[in-house]
């Protein structure tokens, strides 16, 4: 196997929303500094915007609301456990970011000369029609037209730290299994959520809601190399288009489609939340549908329009394969995989407002931060502000390269293992299983018995992956490094919500032994870290961060979104 050595001011790894927008902004801030992409696919459509979106989630739109307004209700989403800094920087820079974008040539459609703003919050609306299939084009094409170094294809497996900082990476080439050693002054982590957690209800390893691609890697090189984490037991589900996993309540309820249950019973008045939904379903009540044959032709071709170009092209060929014509027939939703995510769900490394994880020269953005439910917003937003944080950063960090050998000794460890030629069960079989085994022991309802459970089997899992499995080309052997990180991801999680003895949010963490939410104890984030003596996961509470002394009252409804 070859090793290559390369050395940079700013790592970034990931080059999905944030991670693009961060390698932007880096060029942007210091135009002379050196920026490195690793990307495991290729840049131009990673990621969770392989081509286009249809909204921006969370933009405070002058005269709509404030971001004051937006903290309120993200707190109010969140059940109260939210650091409000970050949530509060994001909302104020989401407005000159949609400036930005619209400069770049993103276009947010104007109806009567005024933005559409859809409510999918509790109490205002922040939600801003945005239709452009080319979004990822529009800024890769940008970005190429820097002198930033992209590696597709190419995994980060280790994070380096030398005197208690961050001195780069240790990445792999997917397709030709070269290790690469990134020296870096400042690393960005923007890899994205743990997309690949449980089991999607369709059966098929990918087919899941969020990017397949990312399957948990930031929060583990975060973990392993100190940093704190957070929101490992927010285990979150949604309730999107059956067995394709795309949106569609958000694209659909607002132009005026009906949300009926199994009983034909309509659940669109008011404000059905995702929690609402997927309790129908849990009820007996599923599968709920949405139905458009009373609206006219123009509003169905324009959610057509949507969603067969910037939200998920495939859909178009999904539903003419399964001869379903909106005019005429209802489309069915259904629960997806449950999942890890910091842009839909609040699990992430964490951050404060400058983006700045717990090791210096460490920064995070997007769905591997907890930027609470930020979405599309967080990740471009947070994107940039990690790039000027590092950007200052850099100057006052020396030219020394870190010793790499032991990081590099212990991948290599690990891929001789894998070299087994005894082993008997594919990478697929085992991921299935480890998947599987997620959804049983780690997933709600959750009680003691089955976390432990869940642990225990997970850390059997973590041997068993060294022996067990048959790796016979590289495509194996990255594959297996991403079943590690999923496992990791389970203990995580079955750490952290052994430790929540209470029931929030819903249906996604939902304790059968502690049924009831217990506000005086947890309304509180808790901090996931590896001790240093037991290398184990510890868990501490702490007190959200407050900036505005939002209101304490939290009816616990949760947005409807996308
Ligand atoms: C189907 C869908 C629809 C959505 N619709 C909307 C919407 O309309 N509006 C909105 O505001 N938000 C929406 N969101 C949410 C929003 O898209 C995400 O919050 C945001 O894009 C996350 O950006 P990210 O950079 O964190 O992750 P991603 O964009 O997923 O990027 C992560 C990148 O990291 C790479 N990667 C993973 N592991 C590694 C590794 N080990 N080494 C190197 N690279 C790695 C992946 O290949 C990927 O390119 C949607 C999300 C989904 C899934």
Redesign the pocket.
């Known amino acids: 196997m070859k090793t290559s050595v390369i050395s940079t001011d700013i790592l970034i ?7 693009i927008m961060a390698a932007l902004r880096s060029k942007e801030a210091n135009p002379d500094q050196r920026v490195v992409v ?4 290729h ?1 131009k459509y ?4 392989p081509r286009g ?6 933009v405070t739109v002058p005269g709509v609301a404030t971001p004051e307004d937006y903290v309120d209700d993200a707190v109010l989403g969140c059940d109260g456990v939210l650091d409000e800094g970050p949530s509060y920087e994001m909302a104020k820079r989401s407005w000159p970011l949609m400036q930005k974008l619209i400069e770049w040539g993103v276009n947010f459609p104007k109806y009567d000369g005024e933005y559409e703003v859809v409510k999918a919050h509790a109490k205002k609306g922040y939600t801003v029609t945005m239709k452009e299939p080319n979004l990822k084009t529009i800024l890769y094409e940008r970005l190429q037209k820097t002198d930033c170094i992209v590696l597709n294809r ?4 280790e994070l380096i730290v030398e005197d208690g900082r961050m001195a780069g990476a240790i ?1 792999m080439n997917i397709r030709t299994g070269e290790i690469i050693i990134c020296n870096a002054k400042a690393v960005i982590v ?4 743990c997309a690949r957690f449980g089991l999607p209800p369709n059966g098929y390893l990918y087919g899941v ?3 397949p ?3 948990g ?2 929060y583990n090189l975060a973990y392993r190399a100190g940093a704190e984490l957070t929101g490992l037991e927010y285990t979150l589900h949604y309730y999107i288009i059956k067995d394709i996993s ?2 569609l309540l958000y694209i659909t309820l607002t132009r005026g489609a009906q949300l009926l249950n199994a009983f034909d019973e309509r659940l669109d008045f008011g404000h059905p939340s995702i929690k609402s939904i997927i309790k129908e379903h849990t009820d007996g009540k599923g599968y709920s549908r949405i139905r458009m044959s009373h609206l006219s032709e123009e509003k169905i071709k324009s959610i057509e329009d949507i969603l067969f170009t910037t ?2 092209p495939a859909c178009e060929r999904f539903f003419e394969g399964r001869g379903i014509n909106f005019r005429e027939s209802d489309i069915e939703l259904g629960p997806t995989e449950t999942y890890l995510c910091g ?2 769900g609040i699990t992430g490394i964490v951050v404060n407002e400058k983006a700045e994880a717990s090791i210096p020269g460490l920064y995070a ?4 931060a907890n930027v609470g439910r ?6 471009f937003v947070f ?1 940039e502000i990690a790039a000027e944080t590092a950007t200052e950063y850099v100057k006052t960090v020396s030219n020394e390269l870190a010793d790499s050998t032991g990081y590099v000794d212990t991948i290599k460890e690990k891929i001789e293992k894998w070299q087994n030629t005894e082993a008997e069960v594919s990478i697929e079989e085992f991921e299935y299983k480890t998947r599987r085994l997620i959804g049983e022991f780690l997933t709600a309802p959750k009680n003691e018995y089955k976390l432990n459970r869940g642990i225990e089997t997970m850390q059997g899992m973590q041997k068993e992956l060294f022996k067990k499995i048959r790796v016979n080309r590289v495509h194996d052997l990255v594959k297996a490094f991403e079943v590690e990180s999923i496992i990791s991801c389970g203990i995580l999680s079955a750490t952290a919500s052994k430790e929540r003895k209470e029931s929030r949010w819903g249906s996604w963490h939902y304790r059968s032994d502690y049924p009831n939410k217990d506000d005086s104890n947890f309304q509180k984030l808790l901090i996931v870290k590896k001790d240093e003596n037991t290398r184990l996961p510890s868990v501490t509470l702490r007190d959200p961060q407050k900036v505005l002394n939002i209101g304490e009252n939290f009816e616990g409804r949760v947005s409807v979104h ?1």
């Open positions: 790894i990931g080059g999905g929303s944030a991670g690793f990307e495991k696919g840049m990673s990621g969770c915007i979106m249809d909204a921006l989630n969370i190419t995994m980060a497996l990445g923007s890899s994205g959520g809601y969020d990017c691609a990312n399957t890697d930031g795309s949106p939200e998920k842009g839909h953005a997007g769905d591997v930020g979405h599309l917003s967080g990740a994107g996308e």
